[in-house]
């Protein structure tokens, strides 16, 4: 089945049809939550719209540390239920739902004392391993040091005992939220990004719709709605602040840090996670590179653009360097990403203890708020706020069906991967190519293939960053609704954190291919690479970026 191609002719149809319908559910937030929220009511019989106000996942939803996992941590915390129901989520999304997108990954927790550490990490690993519930990944195993040295030579030997090895599993978050909006407009869902809500409709008390302005035509468009749900994650305290009536509850904002390193730095076969004094350190496998992360420290100013300042990189770096052998330093930072989570507020000021759980509330008539919880999760709070819509509907609505519902280019996946070879002999393209076409689209890799047979430049790779190749740079803004060179280089491919440069060689090239698509001139090409590469430098400076107005349609 051809998917559906959310272009800028997409785009402009659903403007109109936000202005001319009524929906069920109008969905605000354009992260996984509000992508998942979409796609659960749209699959009950629904109709709905989802209007984002930058770009898919452009929050939170591209910034997290890219796994799919319980959270073993959270079991010391004796968080059970909240471990429970994510390796549920996590063995549904392996198995069933987004087996493209979502892939095993092997971890070592090293050990640093032979008997009692053994025994309670141990202890912890069995539950988390049973508590997955379906075989899914491969039970934990207990190594010893020379087994575990074996796995991660990059390790200091005097830096463990021993070690456990279990198993998680990872996903591109950016592209993961992208594909469930995607998936959500293929079942009939009306979604538009660069579509800010400024206010809500009323009738009385009951909120009946929103107020979008257009940010690439300058318009304003009132879209009416039985329901609204407000999916906006770290932006819910001033989402609720526009009903004029008292929050529901309250969010606080944790900044996590990640930086990103050639993979060669660390020789290890294997991802790492090891206990530090305030939180964990992750080093995880990602392509050819490593991330290394993540802090876990209140963020009291604004909710926009979080940056990683120098004391984030410095702890980062400090405690990747206790347990290397050699030591990672600055100029092995590739790249860095900052964001934030959501978490429940509560009376405490360490955000490393506030509860990753998530809460629905309809604090008016008509509008329905959700926030916290964990990326894994997303399906379950996306389910529950739908519950709450469901209640207030006059209508009957069915149970939430996302349990069983593929994510799009799941299905066919398996088998275009058995015919990888066959593939690659059609396209010209070398088999790795292929392969990495389908752990990004699964079934949908053959739409990219496409626009290779119809202009072969476009299997070049993309200079400056050759992981990539042209097409995917076009398929991005004539399939994935990517609308300003942004969108592209930092959330369609992930080029902004993977490269040297952060993408700057590459941009004037990926601005080049799709000004045709998005109908830029030559003053607009050259206005999108300047404002990327400004971008850029300030998020490499550690420091808030200068605010500016972005680059729109004349």
Same mark, same amino acid.
């Given at each position: 089945?051809?998917?559906?191609?959310?272009?800028?002719r997409?785009?402009?149809?659903?403007?109109?049809d936000?202005?001319?319908?009524e929906?069920?559910?109008?969905?605000?937030?354009?992260?996984?939550?509000?992508?998942?929220?979409?796609?659960?009511?749209?699959?009950r019989?629904?109709?709905?719209?989802?209007?984002?106000?930058?770009?898919?996942?452009a929050?939170?939803?591209?910034?997290?540390?890219?796994?799919?996992?319980?959270?073993?941590?959270?079991?010391?915390?004796?968080?059970?239920?909240?471990?429970r129901?994510?390796?549920?989520?996590?063995?549904?999304l392996?198995?069933?739902?987004?087996?493209?997108?979502?892939?095993?990954?092997?971890?070592?927790?090293?050990?640093?004392?032979?008997?009692?550490?053994?025994?309670?990490?141990?202890?912890?690993?069995?539950?988390?391993?049973?508590?997955?519930?379906?075989?899914?990944?491969?039970?934990?195993?207990?190594?010893?040091?020379?087994?575990a040295?074996r796995e991660?030579?990059?390790?200091?030997?005097?830096?463990?005992?021993?070690?456990?090895q279990?198993?998680?599993?990872?996903?591109?978050?950016a592209r993961?939220?992208?594909?469930?909006?995607?998936?959500?407009?293929?079942?009939?869902?009306?979604?538009?990004t660069r579509?800010?809500?400024?206010?809500?409709?009323?009738?009385?008390e009951?909120?009946?719709?929103?107020?979008v302005?257009d940010?690439?035509?300058?318009?304003?468009?009132?879209?009416?709605?039985?329901?609204?749900?407000?999916?906006?994650?770290?932006?819910?305290?001033?989402?609720?602040?526009?009903?004029?009536?008292?929050?529901?509850?309250?969010?606080?904002?944790?900044?996590?840090?990640h930086?990103?390193?050639?993979?060669?730095?660390?020789?290890?076969?294997?991802?790492?996670i090891?206990r530090?004094s305030?939180?964990?350190?992750?080093?995880?496998?990602?392509?050819?590179h490593?991330?290394?992360?993540t802090?876990?420290?209140?963020?009291?100013?604004?909710?926009?653009?979080?940056?990683a300042?120098?004391?984030?990189?410095?702890?980062?770096?400090?405690?990747?360097?206790?347990?290397?052998?050699?030591?990672?330093?600055?100029?092995?930072?590739?790249?860095?990403?900052?964001?934030?989570?959501?978490?429940?507020? *509560?009376?405490m000021d360490? %955000?490393? +203890?506030?509860?990753?759980?998530? #809460? &629905?509330?309809?604090?008016v008539? /008509? @509008?329905?708020?959700?926030? *916290?919880?964990?990326?894994? %999760?997303? +399906?379950?709070?996306?389910?529950? #706020? &739908?519950?709450?819509?469901?209640? /207030? @509907?006059d209508?009957?609505?069915?149970?939430?069906?996302?349990?069983?519902?593929?994510?799009?280019?799941?299905?066919?996946?398996?088998?275009?991967w058995n015919?990888?070879?066959?593939?690659a002999?059609?396209?010209?393209?070398?088999?790795?190519?292929i392969?990495?076409l389908?752990?990004?689209?699964?079934?949908?890799?053959?739409?990219v293939?496409a626009?290779?047979?119809?202009?072969?430049?476009?299997?070049?790779p993309?200079?400056?960053?050759?992981?990539?190749?042209?097409?995917?740079?076009?398929?991005?803004?004539?399939?994935?609704?990517?609308?300003?060179?942004?969108?592209?280089?930092?959330r369609?491919?992930?080029?902004?954190?993977?490269?040297?440069?952060?993408?700057a060689?590459a941009?004037a090239?990926?601005a080049?291919?799709?000004?045709?698509?998005l109908?830029?001139?030559?003053?607009?090409?050259?206005?999108?690479v300047?404002?990327?590469?400004?971008?850029v430098?300030a998020?490499?400076?550690?420091?808030?970026?200068?605010?500016?107005?972005?680059v729109?349609?004349?």
């Amino acid at each position: 089945m051809t998917s559906v191609a959310l272009g800028p002719r997409y785009r402009e149809d659903t403007l109109r049809d936000l202005a001319e319908a009524e929906f069920d559910v109008v969905v605000v937030g354009g992260g996984i939550v509000g992508a998942g929220a979409a796609l659960d009511a749209i699959s009950r019989g629904l109709s709905v719209a989802l209007v984002e106000a930058r770009d898919w996942a452009a929050g939170t939803s591209s910034r997290s540390s890219k796994l799919i996992h319980g959270g073993l941590r959270y079991l010391e915390q004796r968080d059970f239920g909240l471990v429970r129901e994510a390796l549920r989520e996590r063995g549904l999304l392996l198995q069933r739902l987004a087996p493209h997108l979502v892939r095993p990954v092997r971890f070592l927790y090293p050990l640093r004392n032979r008997v009692w550490e053994r025994a309670y990490v141990s202890a912890g690993v069995t539950l988390y391993d049973s508590m997955g519930g379906a075989r899914s990944l491969p039970r934990h195993r207990q190594l010893t040091r020379r087994a575990a040295l074996r796995e991660a030579p990059a390790l200091r030997s005097d830096a463990l005992v021993g070690a456990v090895q279990y198993y998680d599993a990872q996903v591109d978050d950016a592209r993961y939220t992208m594909m469930v909006a995607r998936t959500a407009a293929q079942y009939g869902a009306k979604v538009a990004t660069r579509a800010e809500v400024t206010g809500f409709l009323r009738e009385g008390e009951r909120v009946t719709g929103v107020r979008v302005l257009d940010l690439e035509g300058d318009r304003e468009i009132s879209v009416r709605a039985r329901s609204v749900v407000c999916a906006t994650g770290v932006w819910t305290d001033g989402a609720q602040a526009m009903t004029g009536s008292r929050a529901a509850f309250g969010v606080r904002a944790s900044k996590g840090v990640h930086l990103v390193v050639p993979r060669d730095r660390i020789p290890m076969g294997t991802g790492l996670i090891t206990r530090t004094s305030k939180s964990v350190l992750f080093i995880i496998p990602w392509g050819r590179h490593w991330l290394v992360g993540t802090t876990d420290t209140p963020h009291d100013r604004g909710p926009d653009e979080p940056v990683a300042e120098h004391t984030d990189i410095g702890y980062l770096l400090e405690q990747a360097n206790a347990v290397l052998r050699t030591p990672l330093t600055h100029d092995d930072i590739e790249g860095v990403y900052a964001g934030l989570r959501p978490l429940l507020s *509560g009376e405490m000021d360490d %955000t490393t +203890r506030l509860s990753r759980e998530h #809460a &629905v509330a309809e604090p008016v008539p /008509g @509008l329905v708020v959700v926030t *916290g919880g964990k990326f894994t %999760t997303y +399906r379950v709070m996306a389910r529950d #706020a &739908v519950d709450v819509v469901a209640e /207030g @509907l006059d209508d009957s609505v069915p149970a939430s069906v996302t349990g069983r519902l593929p994510i799009l280019g799941a299905n066919g996946y398996e088998v275009l991967w058995n015919e990888r070879r066959r593939l690659a002999a059609e396209s010209g393209l070398h088999v790795a190519r292929i392969e990495h076409l389908l752990h990004r689209y699964g079934s949908c890799a053959r739409e990219v293939l496409a626009l290779v047979a119809g202009d072969q430049a476009l299997g070049a790779p993309v200079p400056g960053a050759e992981d990539y190749l042209c097409a995917e740079a076009v398929y991005a803004v004539t399939h994935e609704g990517a609308l300003h060179l942004e969108d592209v280089l930092s959330r369609r491919l992930r080029i902004s954190i993977e490269e040297w440069d952060g993408g700057a060689a590459a941009a004037a090239r990926v601005a080049e291919l799709v000004a045709p698509w998005l109908g830029w001139d030559g003053e607009r090409v050259s206005g999108e690479v300047k404002r990327y590469l400004r971008q850029v430098a300030a998020e490499r400076r550690g420091g808030p970026a200068v605010e500016e107005a972005p680059v729109t349609a004349a």
